[in-house]
Nanobody, 115 residues
């Protein structure tokens, strides 16, 4: 079992920045992939960014050049740095981790971008 605990989130103005953190209950390299998903009201959950054990990153087209995913293995933490935030980035952001075929989720953190 893997617990994912998120922090960060809140209210930010458009054009601003915010960083989300996700700390795992086990060694970060024991997870094959970690990443962030988001779900806006009335929409499906979508991948925002991910990073695997080879440090290969993947981003949704809508956030490329604005968001950056990174990890600190000493802290077993993955970060999502979000810059140049837009109104459409408003959503609940979920940390995700996968071990083989098992998927684990954080509780979600609300990010609201205001005009």
């Amino acid at each position: 079992q893997v617990q994912l605990v998120e922090s960060g989130g809140g209210l930010v103005q458009a054009g601003g920045s915010m960083r989300l953190s996700c700390t795992t209950s086990r060694n970060i390299f024991s997870l094959d992939v970690m990443g962030w998903y988001r779900q806006a009201p009335g929409k499906q959950r979508e991948l925002v960014a991910s990073i695997n054990n080879a440090s290969i990153t993947n981003y949704a087209d809508s956030v490329k050049g604005r968001f950056a995913i990174s990890r600190d293995s000493a802290k077993n933490t993955v970060y999502l740095q979000m810059n140049s935030l837009k109104l459409e980035d408003t959503a609940v952001y979920y940390c995700h981790g996968r071990v083989v075929i098992m998927n684990y989720w954080g509780q979600g953190t609300q990010v609201t971008v205001s005009s």
